[in-house]
């Protein structure tokens, strides 16, 4: 197990992403702090991972107050005496789809938790993870960080422009205090919150157009590259983004699509006559 006795605390875990990402560090064998603002959420996620054999505890926790993220990195303390990975996932998207429609009170509300949010939880777990003289921060961006969002406004987009900022620059204010910090950039992740945004129908068409490897992410497929960045296979790793993404980032949407379904059809046409040969011969 990858992550044996790690204490972590996951953001934003009573559902969503967040419950995939606690669940497959938890079968690393992380004990998880699990942190919600909506504490029955996040006592049902700590519940079932404590029924299927794991350390958990709930916490409630709003990560854009301050006062909450230190009581939050408290909280964890005691329970578990170290903080060892910190997974700033709480996060909210924007509700406007054209940017004059942006108010100032919806880019305050998602830069507060999405940007202020990450800040106050690094600085909340900063005391742990030096004592401990080292630690993993993992912060969940977005696709949206790296380009722009699919579904969501420019608030949005502008946010997680901002995580990816606080990733590079954290990862250089911390690198001598041994804290790695990294962030996982999901495509489309099926979760409560898309579902919000497009029909089953839209984003069947959205995937074929630009997902090469023709699925969103479940969120499961976040907690492995959390996983990942989070264990000692990544101990000389910081500042990075890594795309989760069914590669969506790599192409052009459906122009590459066509290509290389092309590409792919004169590939099996190739195939066939030797696998006709060797069928014969063999
Ligand atoms: N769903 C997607 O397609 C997608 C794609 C790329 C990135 N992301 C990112 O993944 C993360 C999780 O998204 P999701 O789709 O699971 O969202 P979600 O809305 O399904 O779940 C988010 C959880 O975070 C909690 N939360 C929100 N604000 C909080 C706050 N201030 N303090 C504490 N908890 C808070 C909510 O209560 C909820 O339980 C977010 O950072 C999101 O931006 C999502």
Redesign the pocket.
Known sequence: MELEGKAAIV????????VGIARVMAREGARIAV????FD?AQQVAAALVASGAQALAIR????KKA?AQAMAEQTQEAFGAIDILVN?????GTASFMRDVTEENWDRVM???AK?ILFCCQAVLPAMTARGKGKIVN?????GMRMAF?SSVE?TAS?HAVTGLTRHLAWELADLRINVNAV??????????ETYATPERRAAIVERVVPLGR??A?ED?GEAVCFLASARADLITGQLLAVDGGALTGYGEDLRAVLRTRVSETRAAAQPQATAAAKSG
């Open positions: 953001t934003g875990a009573g559902r969503g992403a967040g942190v919600d603002r909506d959420a926790a709003d990560v854009s909450d996932n709480a996060g909210v998207g507060d938790v999405n949010g969940i961006d977005s696709i949206a579904f949005y997680k950039c999901p495509g489309g992740i099926l979760t409560p919150a898309i969103f992410c969120p976040i």
